[in-house]
């Protein structure tokens, strides 16, 4: 399987880095499935997002959100990804981020904090899952 599809289990990214798996793995292919837990491509690549859970006090909580309403599937195929780090009054005056899924018709929004401004210890950042079904992967060398 090619680097444009890793498989992956449970590696723990921050916001930077889940935007750059975005960027290698989304452009060039149709999303058929997108929440905030869940991404999964028209090649059956699909993405699984967990924010981590810090302790009982808040701390080290990370979250994601999807912003924009998606139609299922999507009528145009991944044009980029960008991010945005954005400050979050909302969650203890802590800096944030947005991902933006741009394709030709859309722009989806995520939103989100990686908790990289708490206490070290408690954790941060997105546990993420990412698998190809083993029928396809000798097919999905390069996006269409």
Request: aromatic content about 10%; glycine content about 8%.
């Amino acid at each position: 399987m090619s680097n444009k599809y890793p498989h992956l289990q449970r590696v723990k990214l921050d916001s930077g880095e889940l935007c750059a798996l975005f960027e290698t793995s989304l452009i060039g292919r149709r999303i058929v499935k997108i929440d905030s837990e869940t991404i999964e491509l028209d090649n059956g690549y699909v993405i699984k997002i967990t924010p981590n859970c810090g302790c009982t006090c808040g701390k080290g909580d990370s979250f994601i959100d999807l912003i924009t309403e998606q139609k299922e599937p999507l009528d145009a195929a991944v044009m980029n990804v960008e991010y945005e780090e954005v400050w979050d009054y909302e969650r203890s005056d802590s800096p944030g981020f947005k991902i933006f899924i741009l394709t030709k018709n859309n722009k989806i929004c995520l939103e989100g904090n990686d908790a990289t401004d708490g206490e070290p210890y408690y954790g941060s950042g997105f546990w993420v899952r990412a698998t190809m079904p083993e029928h396809r992967a000798s097919e999905a060398v390069e996006p269409r």
